[in-house]
C-alpha cells in the first residue's frame, strides 16, 4: 500500500535531495510498487508463499506427548540444497555444540569427513605448492583403503599428516565406487609436492587392478603401499611417510624449526594386533594425524620382525606409546620394547590413584588419551577444560573412527572418544563432557566454545544422544550457585 502510494503521490521536494546510494533503494522501491500497481502480483505472492512441505522418509514419529505436547510434525517444510558450485556436497544436521558426520556405511561416512573439511571452492590454481596447508581449501592428496580391515585401516592414519594432507576415503578390492569416485573428482587434490606430486597413496588391499586403472583413467598419480602382513605393511607405511616428511633420517619427526616449536622427537605409537585389542589404538588414529607419529604393531607377547626393524631406524631415540593395558601388551613384550628406547603405556590405570588397577576398556583408554600429556614427546591433548573440540564414534564404527582422523588434523583438532552404546554415554564420558562444558564469568561472547563430532547415522550415534550432548556442552554462567561443573579456557593446557 506504501509503496502504491509512493507512485501516485507527486514528490514533495522539487529536486532530489537524495545520495546515490538512497537513490538506488529508492528506484528498487518504485520499480516494485509498479510492479505491484499494474497487476503483477503473481512473482511477488510466489516468493510469500509457502511451499509444499517434503514427504518424510522415515515415516512419522510416534504420537509421544513428552515429545510433541503440541502435536506431531510428520515432514519437512524445506531441504536445505547443495551450492550451485559443489552439488555433490550433502548438507548434514548440527545444533549450537554439534556437528553430524553422517553416512550410512563406511563410504559415506568418509566423503562426508572430507566434504566438511574440503570446500574446493577455489580454483586448483589457487593452492599453489607454496600455499601453506592452513589456507589452502583443497587436500594436497589422498589414502584409499578397503573397509573390511581394521588393522590396515589403522595403519594408514599417518599419512593423513602434513606434508601429504591425505585424509582417507573407501574403495573395494574390485574397484573405486560411485560415491567415493564422485568425491575424488569433487575433491581434485593438488598432489603432494613434497613426494613427486603423488595424488594418491593405495594401501593394502586398496592397490588392486581395478582402483589403478580408474585412477589412471581420470589423470591421477599413486603410489602402492603394501606387506605380507600387517607388521610388514605397517612398517612399510612408516619408511614411505618418513622420507616425505623427514629425508634426513627417514621416520616421522616432531617438527624442529623454531617457528613451529617442535622438538625433534622420534614418536611411536603401538597397540596389539590380536584379537580386538586393535580398539584400544584407535584414539592414536587422531594422533597419527595430528602430529608425525610412527603407528607399529606388536602381538601381546612378542615382538614381530617387521616392527623391530621399524623401532632400529630411531637409533634408540624412540618415545614409544603403547595403547592398552597387560591383557593387551604383556609386561615382557614392555620390557623388550625399552631396548629401542623410552616406553610410557597408555590406559585406564594410574598406580598412584589407584590401590587396585581398574580394568581399561577402549572407552576408558581413549578418555585417558585426551586428558594426558607428556611433555617429553609432546603427546596427548591434554584436554581438561573447555574451548575444544571433539569426535565421538561407536566402538562397533571403526571405520568411522579412522575416517574422521583428519577432524584432528584440521579445524577444532578433534580427539576421538569412543562409546559402546548407540543412545547414551558411559558414566566417566557423561562425567568429562560435564566437566569440559564451557562457563562464563562476565559474558559468554567471550567463550569458550566446545564442538562435538557424532560420526555415522541414527543407529549408530541416536538424535537424542545428539542432544544431549548439545545440552550439556552449552555455555553455563559461572557465578549461579547451582552451577558446580564446567570451567573457562586457562584450565586447559595447550598440547
Not at 141 to 151: A, I, N, R
Not at 334 to 351: F, P
Not at 373 to 379: I, K, L, N, R, S
Amino acid at each position: 500500500m506504501r509503496l502504491t502510494q509512493l507512485i501516485q503521490r507527486p514528490p514533495r521536494h522539487p529536486k532530489p535531495l537524495l545520495t546515490a546510494g538512497v537513490a538506488v533503494l529508492c528506484a528498487a522501491s518504485f520499480t516494485l510498487g509498479l510492479a505491484t500497481s499494474q497487476g503483477n502480483a503473481q512473482q511477488v505472492q510466489a516468493a510469500t508463499t509457502p511451499a509444499t512441505p517434503q514427504t518424510a522418509t522415515t515415516g512419522c514419529p510416534q504420537a509421544d506427548p513428552k515429545l510433541w505436547p503440541f502435536g506431531v510434525v510428520c515432514g519437512r517444510d524445506f531441504n536445505v540444497p547443495s551450492p550451485p558450485e559443489s552439488p555433490s556436497l550433502v548438507p548434514t544436521i548440527t545444533t549450537k555444540t554439534t556437528t553430524r558426520i553422517w553416512g550410512t556405511d563406511p563410504f559415506q561416512q568418509a566423503v562426508s569427513v572430507t566434504q566438511h573439511l574440503f570446500p574446493a571452492a577455489l580454483p586448483s590454481t589457487v593452492n599453489t605448492p607454496t600455499t601453506p596447508a592452513t589456507a589452502a581449501d583443497r587436500s594436497w592428496g589422498l589414502t584409499l583403503v578397503t573397509p573390511d580391515d581394521p588393522l590396515v585401516g589403522i595403519s594408514a592414519t599417518p599419512l593423513i599428516h602434513f606434508p601429504d594432507a591425505a585424509p582417507i576415503l573407501f574403495v573395494t578390492k574390485d574397484g573405486i565406487p560411485k560415491v567415493t569416485l564422485d568425491e575424488i573428482k569433487r575433491m581434485g587434490v593438488t598432489g603432494i609436492v613434497r613426494a613427486n606430486k603423488i595424488d594418491t597413496f593405495l594401501v593394502g588391499a586398496a592397490a588392486n587392478p581395478a582402483v589403478k586403472a580408474q585412477l589412471s583413467a581420470i589423470g591421477m598419480k599413486f603410489v602402492e603401499v603394501t606387506g605380507k602382513d600387517v607388521f610388514e605393511l605397517s612398517n612399510n607405511v612408516d619408511k614411505l611417510y618418513g622420507r616425505i616428511s623427514n629425508p634426513d633420517e627417514g621416520v616421522p619427526q616432531m617438527e624442529t624449526s623454531a617457528s613451529t616449536g617442535g622438538n625433534g622427537a622420534e614418536n611411536v605409537l603401538i597397540g596389539s594386533a590380536d584379537g580386538k585389542d586393535w580398539q584400544f589404538i584407535l584414539p592414536a588414529t587422531h594422533w597419527a594425524s595430528h602430529m608425525p607419529s610412527g603407528l607399529l604393531w606388536v602381538h601381546r607377547n612378542s615382538i614381530p620382525a617387521a616392527t623391530v626393524d621399524a623401532l632400529k631406524r630411531r637409533n634408540g631415540r624412540a618415545l614409544i606409546y603403547v595403547f592398552g593395558a597387560a591383557p593387551q601388551v604383556s609386561a615382557s613384550v614392555i620390557k623388550q620394547l625399552n631396548q629401542y628406547g623410552s616406553v610410557t603405556r597408555i590406559d585406564a590405570d594410574d598406580a598412584v590413584a589407584f590401590n587396585t588397577p581398574p580394568t581399561s576398556t577402549p572407552e576408558n583408554t581413549a578418555l585417558a588419551f585426551s586428558k594426558m600429556w607428556d611433555p617429553t614427546g609432546m603427546v596427548g591433548w591434554n584436554i581438561v577444560g573447555p574451548g575444544h573440540g571433539f569426535t565421538l564414534v561407536n566402538i562397533n564404527n571403526w571405520q568411522g573412527a579412522v575416517v574422521s582422523a583428519p577432524l584432528s588434523h584440521l579445524g577444532f583438532h578433534a580427539p576421538l572418544l569412543l562409546t559402546d552404546s548407540s543412545t547414551t554415554l558411559p558414566s566417566f564420558l557423561e562425567g568429562y563432557f560435564t566437566s569440559v562444558a564451557p562457563t562464563f564469568l562476565t559474558t559468554p561472547a567471550d567463550g569458550p566454545y566446545n564442538m562435538t563430532f557424532l560420526v555415522g547415522d541414527w543407529k549408530s550415534l541416536s538424535w537424542p544422544l545428539q542432544a544431549h550432548i548439545d545440552n550439556i556442552s552449552e555455555m553455563a554462567n559461572r557465578r549461579v550457585w547451582i552451577q558446580t561443573t564446567g570451567g573457562r579456557y586457562s584450565d586447559s593446557g595447550q598440547p
